[in-house]
Protein backbone atom coordinates (compact mmCIF):
# COMPACT_ATOMS: atom_id res chain seq x y z
CA UNK A 1 0.00 0.00 0.00
CA UNK A 2 1.29 3.46 -0.81
CA UNK A 3 0.71 6.56 1.30
CA UNK A 4 -2.24 7.78 -1.01
CA UNK A 5 -4.30 4.84 -0.48
CA UNK A 6 -4.52 5.63 3.16
CA UNK A 7 -5.74 9.29 2.12
CA UNK A 8 -8.66 9.23 0.15
CA UNK A 9 -10.79 10.51 2.86
CA UNK A 10 -8.60 13.59 2.99
CA UNK A 11 -10.02 16.87 0.95
CA UNK A 12 -8.76 16.92 -2.70
CA UNK A 13 -7.20 20.31 -3.65
CA UNK A 14 -6.93 21.12 -7.45
CA UNK A 15 -4.35 23.27 -8.57
CA UNK A 16 -3.38 25.23 -12.05
CA UNK A 17 0.02 24.76 -13.48
CA UNK A 18 2.33 27.39 -12.69
CA UNK A 19 0.85 27.91 -8.73
CA UNK A 20 2.60 27.13 -6.00
CA UNK A 21 1.49 24.69 -3.41
CA UNK A 22 4.44 25.75 -0.68
CA UNK A 23 6.38 28.80 -0.77
CA UNK A 24 10.24 28.42 0.66
CA UNK A 25 10.11 30.02 4.31
CA UNK A 26 6.33 30.32 4.98
CA UNK A 27 4.77 28.23 7.76
CA UNK A 28 3.34 24.88 6.50
CA UNK A 29 0.62 23.45 8.74
CA UNK A 30 -0.44 20.42 6.35
CA UNK A 31 1.06 17.33 4.28
CA UNK A 32 0.06 17.00 0.73
CA UNK A 33 0.12 13.81 -1.16
CA UNK A 34 0.24 13.86 -4.67
CA UNK A 35 -2.62 12.14 -6.87
CA UNK A 36 -2.09 13.40 -10.17
CA UNK A 37 0.18 16.04 -12.18
CA UNK A 38 3.85 17.24 -11.84
CA UNK A 39 5.58 19.83 -9.64
CA UNK A 40 9.26 20.59 -9.48
CA UNK A 41 10.85 21.32 -6.09
CA UNK A 42 12.94 24.25 -5.47
CA UNK A 43 15.30 25.18 -2.68
CA UNK A 44 17.08 28.63 -2.89
CA UNK A 45 15.78 28.86 -6.18
CA UNK A 46 17.30 26.16 -7.80
CA UNK A 47 15.47 23.14 -8.85
CA UNK A 48 16.59 20.15 -7.37
CA UNK A 49 13.44 17.94 -8.29
CA UNK A 50 10.42 17.16 -10.24
CA UNK A 51 7.86 14.62 -8.76
CA UNK A 52 5.61 13.09 -10.45
CA UNK A 53 4.76 9.82 -8.09
CA UNK A 54 1.61 9.63 -7.26
CA UNK A 55 1.69 9.32 -3.83
CA UNK A 56 4.90 11.72 -3.35
CA UNK A 57 4.37 14.20 0.48
CA UNK A 58 4.99 17.28 0.71
CA UNK A 59 5.42 19.30 3.46
CA UNK A 60 6.13 16.44 6.09
CA UNK A 61 9.77 17.97 6.48
CA UNK A 62 8.34 21.39 8.12
CA UNK A 63 5.72 19.53 10.29
CA UNK A 64 8.17 16.75 11.41
CA UNK A 65 10.93 19.75 12.21
CA UNK A 66 8.57 22.20 13.04
CA UNK A 67 10.59 24.58 10.38
CA UNK A 68 9.19 26.73 8.49
CA UNK A 69 8.81 25.21 4.52
CA UNK A 70 13.04 24.42 3.57
CA UNK A 71 11.35 24.37 -0.43
CA UNK A 72 9.13 25.66 -2.99
CA UNK A 73 7.01 23.53 -4.45
CA UNK A 74 4.92 24.62 -7.52
CA UNK A 75 2.80 22.99 -10.11
CA UNK A 76 4.44 22.45 -13.51
CA UNK A 77 0.99 20.84 -14.88
CA UNK A 78 -2.23 21.18 -13.35
CA UNK A 79 -2.10 19.27 -10.58
CA UNK A 80 -4.09 17.29 -7.73
CA UNK A 81 -3.11 16.72 -3.81
CA UNK A 82 -5.19 15.25 -1.03
CA UNK A 83 -4.51 17.40 1.98
CA UNK A 84 -4.34 16.45 5.68
CA UNK A 85 -5.14 19.89 7.36
CA UNK A 86 -3.76 18.51 10.73
CA UNK A 87 -0.89 16.24 9.47
CA UNK A 88 0.21 14.76 13.54
CA UNK A 89 -3.15 14.09 14.07
CA UNK A 90 -4.14 12.10 10.35
CA UNK A 91 -0.62 10.28 11.13
CA UNK A 92 -1.50 9.19 14.51
CA UNK A 93 -5.47 7.94 13.75
CA UNK A 94 -3.41 6.09 10.56
CA UNK A 95 -0.57 4.44 12.03
CA UNK A 96 -0.40 2.81 8.61
CA UNK A 97 -0.15 6.23 7.03
CA UNK A 98 2.68 6.97 9.16
CA UNK A 99 4.78 4.13 8.63
CA UNK A 100 4.46 4.81 4.67
CA UNK A 101 6.00 8.25 5.85
CA UNK A 102 8.51 6.76 7.69
CA UNK A 103 9.38 4.08 5.08
CA UNK A 104 9.40 6.91 1.96
CA UNK A 105 11.82 8.69 4.76
CA UNK A 106 14.28 6.07 5.46
CA UNK A 107 14.55 5.48 1.68
CA UNK A 108 15.64 9.25 1.24
CA UNK A 109 18.14 8.83 3.88
CA UNK A 110 19.60 5.59 2.50
CA UNK A 111 20.01 7.21 -1.01
CA UNK A 112 21.87 10.14 0.45
CA UNK A 113 24.34 7.51 2.62
CA UNK A 114 24.85 5.52 -0.70
CA UNK A 115 25.82 9.53 -2.31
CA UNK A 116 28.00 10.44 0.71
CA UNK A 117 30.23 6.90 0.68
CA UNK A 118 30.67 7.43 -3.39
CA UNK A 119 31.90 11.29 -2.69
CA UNK A 120 33.84 10.41 0.22
CA UNK A 121 35.22 7.56 -1.93
CA UNK A 122 36.01 9.88 -4.60
CA UNK A 123 37.81 13.00 -2.81
CA UNK A 124 39.42 11.41 0.42
CA UNK A 125 42.87 11.22 -1.18
CA UNK A 126 43.09 15.12 -2.03
CA UNK A 127 44.14 17.89 0.01
CA UNK A 128 42.34 21.21 0.71
CA UNK A 129 38.42 21.98 0.44
CA UNK A 130 37.89 18.94 -1.21
CA UNK A 131 40.17 16.36 0.81
CA UNK A 132 37.60 17.79 3.66
CA UNK A 133 34.64 17.10 2.31
CA UNK A 134 34.66 13.57 3.87
CA UNK A 135 34.38 15.18 7.50
CA UNK A 136 32.19 17.87 6.18
CA UNK A 137 29.75 15.59 4.38
CA UNK A 138 30.20 12.86 7.52
CA UNK A 139 29.36 15.78 9.82
CA UNK A 140 25.83 16.84 8.52
CA UNK A 141 24.65 13.30 7.27
CA UNK A 142 24.89 11.94 10.94
CA UNK A 143 24.27 14.75 12.62
CA UNK A 144 21.41 15.03 15.21
CA UNK A 145 18.74 17.24 16.57
CA UNK A 146 19.01 18.46 20.32
CA UNK A 147 16.37 16.35 22.69
CA UNK A 148 13.66 17.80 23.70
CA UNK A 149 13.53 18.25 27.41
CA UNK A 150 10.44 18.50 29.02
CA UNK A 151 9.93 21.51 30.98
CA UNK A 152 7.97 24.93 31.18
CA UNK A 153 8.94 28.59 31.29
CA UNK A 154 8.18 28.47 34.80
CA UNK A 155 9.86 25.35 35.94
CA UNK A 156 12.72 24.50 33.32
CA UNK A 157 14.66 21.87 34.99
CA UNK A 158 11.43 19.10 34.93
Known amino acids: M ?6 TQLPLRTLAAGETLIEE ?3 VSSLYVLVQ ?5 ERDAVAVARIDTPGAMF ?7 DVPATATVRCETDTHVRVADDPQTFLTREPAAAL ?7 GRVDGLTQYLVDVKQQY ?3 DGHLGMLDTVLGALAFQQRPRSRPGSVRDPGV
Request: net charge negative.
Open 2 to 7: SLLDHC
Open 25 to 27: GDG
Open 37 to 41: GTVVV
Open 59 to 65: GEMSMLL
Open 100 to 106: EVARVLA
Open 124 to 126: SDL
